[in-house]
């Protein structure tokens, strides 16, 4: 069985022992066939203008790039800088898209004539081409979010500061787009002088403290997991097929307000019932898993174990071949100089808040740390809350705002 038909199998197993109401509130404007679009589908289906580029790595991965450049008649603003949003684990550049016009971050930044850059790694649905390496061969799988920091991050940071003409970008990342800023803001740290304003929504470096009951049990296993995988070459966590998307329609509707397949999400990522739409479920199942290689997954459960935030343990031998030491390096966080603003909540099972206050005391240029005002708010919830946007969408904007006024002399690169 592919991972991605047993993450939706687990879906629907766990959620026939659990049941919940959940009032009716339709306020996303969405439709259920938006789990079926492209991301680049999705914003053109809501008005929206985009672009496509293709970036190749200096390791031969080819990237896809999307790019928002207004709807109706607006077009950006030349002036402010561009604004990078980077998706987390299994996820894609949809991820910015997914609740509407009206209440996704990427469509509100857009409507306030911000340039929108939507950035996907290595591995996810829009990123499956390498220039030598088919996906069929595990080589093309043989890389973590370690990778996507030191490599895949600096590809699309520099391509969108060359094609804008800026020095300086916004930065924006849900979970792993956070663990792989922070990895390359230490190992790359001129990359840190590139960036205006970093907000990390959920930040993920140290892990020990996750709470999420599925997963304990996947780390408990992680050996045992991590030499199957080993064994039978399984590289690849694959995106959701649109069979089981149907199959999600119909377990799951959303005009039922009992939608049991959430039950599984928030065993995941946290509960908080009262802000998810049902009608989002099949939305979300249509995008998410979007794909990634195992070794992701596997480096996040050595996180939990170890309770560090260091590079992939290959184990001792190995170790000691390619890092020269028997355990793998941290991450310096002290490296990490941009000015960085932590959006972090109390009911996350993967960013905890033990391990989100442990990251914040090593942060050099930490801004702010805004714990979110609702006890309940989890790990999804930054992208698809009933309110994201009052509680934090509203303040993101307004942060990056406030950093244009102070830094707007700073962006502009002089023409050649």
């Given amino acids: ?202 930040p993920v470096a140290y892990m020990e403290h996750m709470s999420s009951p599925l997963l304990k049990k996947f780390v408990k296993h992680l050996g045992t997991i991590a030499t199957i995988i080993e064994l039978f070459g399984l590289g690849e966590f694959k995106p959701v097929p649109n069979i089981l998307i149907d199959l999600a329609s119909w377990i799951c509707p959303g005009s039922k307000p009992n939608n049991l397949c959430v039950n599984a999400l928030f065993l995941l990522t946290g509960s908080n019932p009262e802000q998810i739409d049902p009608l989002m479920i099949p939305i979300l199942l249509g995008h998410i898993p979007a794909g990634s290689s195992t070794k992701q997954i596997l480096h996040f459960g050595q996180e939990v174990l170890s309770g560090r935030f260091c590079q992939f343990d290959y184990g001792t031998r190995r170790n000691l071949i390619i890092y020269g030491q028997e355990k793998p390096p941290d991450y310096n966080l002290t490296n990490i100089v941009a000015p960085i603003i932590l959006h972090y909540g109390r009911n996350d099972h993967l960013a905890h808040v033990e391990n989100v206050e442990r990251l914040a005391r090593q942060l050099p240029n930490l801004m702010e740390s805004h714990l979110i005002d609702m006890p309940l708010f989890n790990h999804m919830d930054f992208l698809i809350a009933k309110d994201a946007k009052k509680l934090l969408y509203t303040q993101i904007v307004d942060n990056i705002e406030q950093f244009n006024r102070y830094n707007w002399v700073r962006w502009i690169k002089p023409m050649r």
């Fill in 1 to 202: 069985m592919h991972f991605s038909a047993l993450f939706i199998y687990t879906v629907f197993t766990v959620s026939t022992a659990c049941a919940f109401v959940i009032q009716e509130n339709y306020d996303f404007q969405v439709e259920l066939g938006d789990g079926k679009l492209s991301a680049l589908q999705l914003a053109n289906k809501y008005g929206y203008r985009t672009e496509l580029f293709e970036i190749e790595t200096n390791d031969g991965y080819i990237l896809e790039l999307h790019r928002i450049t207004g709807s109706g008649s607006t077009m950006y603003d030349k002036s402010l800088p561009p604004v990078l949003l980077m998706h987390g684990l299994l996820a894609s550049s949809a991820d910015w898209l997914m609740i509407g016009p009206g209440n996704a971050l990427a469509y509100e930044l857009s409507d306030m004539g911000y340039d929108v850059w939507l950035g996907n790694a290595r591995g996810n649905r829009y990123s499956r081409r390498h220039k030598y390496l088919s996906t069929n061969e595990v080589e093309f799988w043989e890389f973590s979010w370690h990778e996507i920091g030191i490599i895949d991050l600096p590809a699309i940071i520099d391509h969108i500061l060359e094609a804008t003409r800026k020095h300086k970008l916004h930065y924006i990342g849900h979970s792993q787009g956070t663990t792989a800023f922070f990895v390359m803001g230490s190992l790359l740290p001129d990359y840190n002088e590139k960036i205006l304003l970093m907000q990390a929504l959920t």
